[in-house]
């Protein structure tokens, strides 16, 4: 008998999860409901767990993405000056050493 069962697999197991009704919104309101409780307290934990819910919510984006144009400009800037500067050497160089070497052809 235990040969029989030890060539046939075994049928995967169902899951059956149900799931209950969940409204997003309803819960943000009272969630709001309850922090405005809490500030009308004035606990000191309670402004600080509003000030790190507002940085983990990103609610800086917009300054976040102009410092980051700003010093995407500025390090653009810095490279152009930087091809502008060699490209300014190399002209020097050929210009002043190259007609000293004598591979200089006119």
Do not use: C
């Amino acid at each position: 008998m235990a040969f029989f069962n030890f060539f046939r697999t075994p049928k995967p197991m169902r899951f059956e999860y149900k799931p209950k009704y969940w409204d997003p919104e309803k819960e943000e309101l009272e969630k709001f409901k309850a922090r405005l409780k809490a500030d009308q307290s004035g606990d000191v934990e309670v402004a600080k767990s509003r000030i790190a819910e507002a940085f983990s919510r990103g609610s800086n984006k917009k300054l976040y993405a102009a410092e980051r144009r700003k010093r995407s400009r500025q390090s653009n800037f810095i490279r152009l000056a930087i091809i502008l500067l060699m490209a300014m050497m190399a002209y020097l160089a050929l210009t002043v050493y190259l007609p000293r070497t004598g591979l200089y052809f006119e």
